[in-house]
């Protein structure tokens, strides 16, 4: 069975728990939507910081999940600040092989792969005061509100162009999905996230 395996363009992102928490849930429950098989309860969820709504299935379960995940995520972030790192969603089936003497095996066979990349970058704090250049007084803390602003608007076009990256993939890559069984709404996956220092 062919993996198909879908890189996300990365993303630069503050080493702030909630951004972090917005932009992998964000991410996260899109593509878990869009593989969802059966029935399922929308729910349109707005990011606090950003324009943009998304669609969750609606699961607690699932939500669970993915929460989980993000807060092992974060955890990692903070042992390991200002690194490059990879989130992977990936599904699978779950086969039985050959059964043995004692034993009935089974095996997971990956069929799809998204890799999240995320650049995640520590800020230097910004020190108040004032700073005087050439007879202009300028306030040290607007510039880095206003960085802040402009860095934010620039993950938020970039959200937005991983979200029409997803679709794009979901859309035109079907042939590999296996076929349904009968009663199943959701395909098995799992998340893994980096394991140690890289």
């Known amino acids: 069975m062919n993996c198909e395996v879908c890189q996300l363009k990365e993303l630069e992102v503050e080493a702030e728990h909630f951004e972090i928490r917005e932009v ?8 878990v939507f869009h593989r969802a098989l059966g029935l399922v309860r929308p729910k349109d969820v707005d ?4 324009e943009i709504t998304y669609v969750q299935c609606g699961d607690v379960e699932i939500e669970k999940k993915i929460d989980d995940k993000i807060e ?3 955890s990692w972030i903070e042992k390991h ?7 992977c969603l990936s599904f699978y089936e779950v086969k039985s092989k050959q059964p043995s003497w004692f034993t009935n095996k089974t095996e997971r066979q990956y069929w799809e792969q998204w890799y999240v990349n ?8 910004s020190h108040s005061g004032k700073t005087h250049l050439s007879k202009v007084v300028v306030d040290s803390g607007d510039i880095a509100s206003e960085e802040r602003s402009s860095r934010r608007a620039a993950l938020e076009a970039s959200l937005r162009e991983v979200l029409f990256q ?14 349904i069984s009968e009663g199943v709404i959701y395909f098995p996956y ?3 996230i980096p394991r140690k220092f890289q």
Not at 166 to 179: C, M, R
């Open 190 to 192: 799992e998340i893994t």
């Open 166 to 179: 997803i679709i794009k993939f979901v859309n035109e890559k079907k042939d590999h999905v296996p076929p």
């Open 81 to 87: 600040p200002n690194k490059k790192s990879q989130i």
């Open 72 to 74: 092992h995520f974060i």
């Open 118 to 125: 995320l650049s995640v970058t520590q800020q230097p704090k």
């Open 24 to 31: 992998l849930r964000c991410i996260l429950h899109t593509i």
């Open 47 to 50: 990011l606090q910081h950003f």
